[in-house]
């Protein structure tokens, strides 16, 4: 079967190619009855855009800036080391890749980044969310510069952002509660939250699911005051150890942020590494270790290297106003035990 080409379509519409080209490529200076034309005639005789030809007889390349918080969170600095990866790899597809830190639960340190860039010199920006004062007005304005928004790991729901790349926070926190429950059974008492910032919207979904169903399912155990650590390993040794001191009874631990190695030691300071029931987030080596001698009970994990790749892809397909595929975009929550860490 003959494929149909832009000459088909130019010779439809009774148009030049240069005229096809304008409106395949949204410039200006057509009039809308001739931009009609040319849609009926795409439509007509079924034209496919070939997008990567397209691209590479343009030679267009696609620049995009990660912001991402600095300091030592083990998740992010993964994230991190995939964004240097990828950018190595993506050149071959034509994709510039650069990675900007900026400070962690700094709104307008995140602001200042998102105002920084102009459509002149990226495709889209990748970010993780924070719902600060005014951040959805940043967004709005780089989104219209021109510029791709994609927010990472943490979302900002309503705002301007073209897409979201990361799990399903609530229904995370909903999974820990349902194995913490069950890790607990049958004895009854208390169970803590210990979360990096309630400014961050994927803490405050997890914290959500959490609690719905630790108030549905498991109505005898008592949920405690969270406990904001700001994802720092020193802050959250030293909240969990006043925890621990008040609440020595205390049964289960939900750690829905980022400081694994503060709970560890503050929990082998009390002894109580392995007879308090642990579920936190993400598969770093500090959790791998705390899952391999019994102090953590689960890890849920969400795949770096897909969410980098995936984020590239999104920002790609909207430059080239083309769809991507929801089911292959979509991050998963894995659970790991001690069990099937190597599997």
Same mark, same amino acid.
């Given at each position: 079967?003959? +494929? =149909? ?10 148009? %030049? ?34 997008? $990567? ?48 830190? !900026? ?31 005014? #951040?959805? $007005? ?22 301007? +952002? ?11 926190? +909903? ?17 803590? =939250?210990?979360?990096? %910032? ?7 979904? +997890? ?5 719905? #169903? ?11 005051? #969270? ?10 040794? %030293? @909240? ?50 705390? @899952? ?14 897909? $969410? ?6 999104? !920002? ?10 929801? %089911? $292959?975009?979509? !991050? ?12």
């Amino acid at each position: 079967m003959k +494929r =149909v080409t832009v000459h088909d379509v130019a010779a439809e519409a009774k148009v %030049s190619l240069a005229t096809v080209d304008r409106v395949l490529n949204g410039r200006q200076g057509v009039k809308a009855t001739t931009i009609e034309k040319v849609t009926h005639a795409i439509e007509k005789i079924g034209f496919t855009r070939d997008t $990567q030809a397209a691209n590479l007889a343009k030679r267009r390349v696609y620049r995009i800036c990660f912001l991402l918080p600095s300091g030592d969170n083990a998740f992010m600095q993964m994230l991190k080391q995939e964004a240097e990866s990828a950018a190595d790899i993506e050149v071959r597809n034509r994709t510039q890749i650069e990675i900007r830190e !900026i400070p962690p639960f700094d709104g307008p340190a995140l602001i200042k980044a998102l105002d920084a860039i102009e459509a002149d010199q990226f495709t889209g920006v990748v970010f993780v969310a924070s719902d600060a004062p005014h #951040v959805k $007005q940043a967004i709005e304005r780089i989104a219209e510069r021109g510029v791709i928004p994609i927010t990472l790991v943490s979302d900002i729901p309503g705002s301007s +952002r073209a897409h979201f790349v990361g799990i399903d926070n609530v229904a995370a926190g +909903r999974t820990a509660a349902s194995l913490l429950g069950r890790f607990i059974r049958p004895q009854t008492g208390k169970v803590a =939250v210990v979360a990096g %910032s309630m400014l961050l919207r994927d803490h405050v979904d +997890r914290r959500f699911g959490f609690e719905q #169903v630790m108030r549905e399912e498991y109505p005898e155990l008592t949920l405690l005051p #969270v406990l904001e650590a700001r994802d720092d390993n020193a802050t959250t040794e %030293s @909240l969990v150890n006043a925890l621990l001191t008040e609440h020595p009874d205390l049964l289960g631990i939900y750690n829905l942020g980022a400081a694994k190695r503060g709970l560890v030691a503050a929990l082998k300071q009390h002894q109580l590494a392995g007879k308090v029931r642990i579920v936190a987030h993400d598969l770093t080596d500090d959790a791998r270790e705390a @899952l391999c001698d019994g102090t953590f009970d689960a890890i849920l994990n969400q795949d770096p290297p897909h $969410q980098i790749r995936s984020a590239i892809r999104i !920002i790609r397909a909207l430059a080239d106003g083309t769809s991507f595929l929801e %089911s $292959q975009e979509r !991050i998963r929550i894995d659970i790991f035990l001690r069990d099937n860490l190597n599997t």
